[in-house]
């Protein structure tokens, strides 16, 4: 049974930084042919893509919104994720998601993910 858990989120200042952290059981960030994303719901708005990253050392990549910000990383042996944000601003206050997908490319759609994270709270305010 895949299961992924994400922790970080909470209430910051624009301008602070904050990292999530995305726990994986039944799936391993070292597997070839799974993609590992970032999405991101604000209220009354659709989950959005953030960022994803592939096969193990590839490069990761990221909506045009978050770049130069948030930064994804892997830890192997702890089977872990992490997106770390900087610069956070009050647009970025949404739920955030940790999500796989079994494919090589990069999906940028929600729907193209089929294991989810429950979700944390990230809130910026201005």
């Known amino acids: 049974q895949v299961q992924l858990l994400e922790s970080g989120g909470g209430l910051v200042q624009a301008g602070d930084s904050l990292t999530l952290s995305c726990a994986a059981s039944g799936l391993t960030f070292s597997e070839y042919t799974i993609t590992w994303g970032w999405f991101r719901q604000a209220p009354g708005k659709e989950r959005d893509f953030v960022g994803a990253?592939?096969?193990?050392?590839?490069?990761?990549y990221y909506t045009d919104s978050v770049k130069g910000r948030f930064t994804i990383s892997r830890d192997i042996p702890k089977n872990a994720m992490y997106l770390r944000m900087n610069s956070l601003q009050p647009e970025d206050t949404a739920v955030y998601y940790c999500a796989a997908r079994r494919g090589m490319g990069i999906g940028t759609n929600s729907h193209e993910y089929a294991y989810w994270g429950q979700g944390t709270q990230v809130t910026v305010s201005s």
């Open positions: 990253i592939t096969r193990f050392g590839a490069s990761p």
